[in-house]
């Protein structure tokens, strides 16, 4: 009887445990952060209508199979546009590109595109950012809720280190 019971209960132990591992981060050739090349990015568009320019990047993630990542932040931010030089080096951008789509989202000064993380669930003022959305294109759901602000200190991070962070939400 035992003997008999241990096949189903390790194909039900195969189904419950994830298909596929995510997978591992780039190295990334800059040590710290004051190596990144400079001048640091800009890369919230002021004036994008953020609705439209995220529901286009669902639409593309969904599409390609890939995860959305949303960052939520402002170009006046120095943790988010040391996240962006950080997204930007070609070994990690290489990376990004091939498991995610990435929208970057200007919330002004906590002031703007608040229906953007309102959607997810969202609905008190940001705690800081850059504030990361790791979202599942084909269910919209958030991924991280208790890890949105995990880069809001980005600049006192190691580029590895935020690296390895992205990577734990690629599909």
């Not at 970057?104 to 608040?114: E, L, Y």
């Amino acid at each position: 009887m035992i003997k008999s019971l241990a096949y189903p209960l390790f194909a039900l132990a195969l189904l419950a445990s994830p298909a596929t591992a995510a997978p591992q981060a780039p190295h990334v050739s800059v040590a710290g952060v004051n190596d990144l090349p400079q001048p640091l990015p800009f890369p919230y568009d002021e004036q994008a209508d953020a609705q439209a320019v995220v529901a286009k990047a669902k639409a593309q993630a969904k599409r390609e199979h890939k995860r959305l990542l949303i960052d939520l932040g402002g170009n006046w931010c120095l943790d988010c546009r040391v996240l962006a030089g950080i997204m930007e080096l070609p070994e990690l951008h290489t990376f990004l590109n091939r498991h995610f789509v990435i929208v970057s989202v200007n919330i002004g000064r906590f002031d703007t595109n608040g229906a953007i993380a309102a959607h997810y669930g969202i609905t008190r003022r940001l705690d800081g950012v850059p504030a990361i959305l790791a979202v599942d294109p084909v269910h919209d759901r958030l991924l991280n809720r208790d890890k949105l602000f995990a880069l809001s200190d980005a600049r006192h991070m190691t580029p590895q280190g935020l690296s390895d962070w992205l990577a734990q939400w690629a599909a």
